[in-house]
């Protein structure tokens, strides 16, 4: 690689996008809301089946690396936003609740960020 002012000058103008992303912000998502559009993108492009049983909290939070209490504020972010259900007593547990019918335009935007 020529490290020379002139190689140096040829790189910047070849790399402008890649320079800037060096150099952008850092994803200032939380864990919760990390988890939570993970989750959702699965249950969007049917990755996760309509009524499907989401694994316990416990289990969900060791399979992400993350805490209960993260998995617990993204499950209570997808009942809001009306992508699971959850339901208590016996057989209980987080289920999914897939959308109608997605577009395509917003499968594709989901597919973009995975």
Known sequence: MDLSPDGADAMHRWAPDARAAVFAPLDTLSRTELVAGRLADAIVLGLLADEEQLPSEADLAAQLAVSTVTVREALTV?????????RRGRGGGSFVKAPADPTAAELRERLARI
Do not use: A, I
């Open 78 to 86: 997808l009942r809001e936003r009306g992508l699971v259900e959850t």
